[in-house]
């Protein structure tokens, strides 16, 4: 079968995008026209077939960049980090950005089924592997469950090891959910990525064996090398 004009493209521009970084900027329209000897018109359908797959993206007023999703995550336990950098022969290391007790507001009494007055233990974790940032974590903690947590003991356990061992705290099981999304601009600086750059917006809600919401976390993960799968299993 004879392989048109744009598809021979597709195939050679794949290739090149194999040899650049992720983030990396691509020539112009013009340029990549001009080198493969093409029209415009057949770069342009080119480029449109790539970020249709995810491999480029564009950005409008900013040109095309390389988009490599090279972590793959089960959703079904997409909220151990730790544990699947580490299969992917990553190295997952967490920096505490910051942690404090705050009284709940009416966003968090309700989504986390907590009285006004009450306090929350809020923690934000910027999360790496191999020392490049994935995910930036905002953590919202009921203090009545955990009223002797410290910043140290985050500093050297994950916090479901911190759950089961300093607060015989069981997870039960956790309600994740996920969307696309742009970067906040203060997200953006906290991860050292550029503004406007396509994410994952995650929230999960983990629950206890007595059915009590012990966590409530709001995540923004770089979409350019952060994907999920999930295998549903079909029965007749």
């Known amino acids: 079968m004879k392989i048109n004009l744009q598809q021979q493209l597709v195939n050679r521009l794949t290739d090149y995008l194999e040899t650049l970084p992720t983030n990396a900027k691509l020539p112009s329209e013009r340029q990549l026209a001009d080198k ?3 029209s415009r018109n057949t770069v342009r359908a080119a480029l449109l077939s790539l970020e249709a797959i995810g ?13 490599r999703t090279n972590l793959n ?18 190295v997952p290391t967490t920096k505490i950005v910051s942690f404090e007790k705050r009284e709940v507001n009416a ?15 809020k923690v934000e974790r910027l999360r790496l592997a191999d020392g490049e940032p994935m995910l930036f974590e905002r953590t919202y903690l009921p203090l009545k469950f ?16 911190i759950f089961e061992q300093d607060f015989q705290e069981d997870v039960s099981y956790a309600d994740e959910y996920f969307s696309s999304g742009v970067i ?9 990525l550029p503004e406007g750059m396509p994410c994952l917006l995650l929230k999960r809600k983990t629950y206890d064996l007595k059915q009590r919401m012990i966590e ?9 090398e952060f ?10």
């Open 73 to 90: 995550s089960d959703l079904s336990s997409s909220y151990k980090f730790g544990e699947q950098m580490k299969l992917l022969g990553k």
């Open 107 to 121: 966003y968090f009494a309700d989504n986390m089924n907590l009285a006004f007055g009450e306090f929350v233990i």
């Open 216 to 224: 409530f976390t709001l995540s923004t993960a770089r979409s350019d």
């Open 36 to 38: 493969y000897e093409v």
């Open 184 to 192: 906040s601009d203060c997200d953006s600086k906290v991860m050292g």
């Open 146 to 161: 955990f009223p002797t947590l410290t910043m140290e003991m985050l500093e050297n356990k994950s916090l479901y090891d």
């Open 227 to 236: 994907a999920y799968h999930v295998r549903h299993n079909i029965e007749d």
């Open 55 to 67: 491999l480029v993206r564009r950005m409008h007023g900013k040109g095309t960049f390389v988009n």
